[in-house]
């Protein structure tokens, strides 16, 4: 396939007071031109890190970072800072959760997405403007005109976020990262941010990873899926075959403890029990193991002792056998 982002065996470890953290522990995925790769996964299983890392963001003097991520044939992890502060808001942006990270309540928000695009296209600021202008209109900032003149705080939190999006499209970003970037936001506004990013998407043509806890929204944006557990990857395949026939027990449990839109009755909902483990001291095996329901239907110690490689393609890093993958699922998982 034509992957425009490739990420092999990524560890990004932490030193902390406690001892070493290893918050991404051998991740590998590929990201193709003009698709949405969604990244699920509980608080702390990477997702944010991994992302944090591709951008060059995670703090070198207490990170280190080992493996590849390529970038449209631009290796990352050896870039110097310069060149990845070049490549950042140019070839790659990111939407963040909280809009009041990216932009800065001290000066306007047409200032603030005008002069990334002085800086790396270097067009002057009436070319800037106008550009500014035009992403404000399609990301639906009624009056574009006028609110170019106003500070982030005069516009209402789903404005605030549609100003983030217009701010990371204006230098055309091949690769944009969204970091749950609806969470915040209510209902509706987050469903028309959704199709907001889609549509974009349609029309720019970028690649992008979309972040979140939230399964049911990553089913609306995302064509592949890859479902992360301290650190590693655990389940990979396409959003369709991930949804309707997931492998890995702990995508199992993320799926039943969804809210379903199609229940008439509030269903009581499965949390997965237990919580996710320490990083500064992961299990041994699979991660999952402390948490499994399944584990003894695998031979001996395997879950405990041996950690699941993640195949190719469409793949479940875990020891039952492809055919109890169908069958548990089917009998016991399945939404009835
Ligand atoms: Fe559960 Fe074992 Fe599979 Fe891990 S490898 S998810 S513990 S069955
Ligand atoms: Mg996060």
Known sequence: PDSFLSVRDLKVRFSTEDGIVKAVDGLS???ERGKTLGIVGESGSGKSVTNLTILGLHNPRTSTVEGEIVLDGKELVTATERELERLRGNKMAMIFQDPLTALSPFYTVG?????????HKGASKKEAKDR???MLTKVGIPQPKMRFDDYPHQFSGGMRQRAMIAMALMCDPDLLIADEPTTALDVTVQAQILDLLKDLQQEFGSAIIFITHDLGVISHVADDLL???AGRAVERGSVREVMREPKHPYTWGLLSSMPRLDSS???ALEPIPGSPPSLLNPPSGCPFHPRCAFRDQVPGTL???????LGEGRAAACHLTAEQKQTIFIDKIQPR
């Open 29 to 31: 995925f590929d990201v």
């Open 303 to 309: 879950c405990s002792d041996t950690r699941p490689p």
């Open 227 to 229: 479902v992360m557990y």
């Open 132 to 134: 500014a202008i035009e």
């Open 265 to 267: 009755v509030d269903e």
């Open 111 to 119: 200032r603030q997405l005008s002069e990334p695009y002085m800086k």
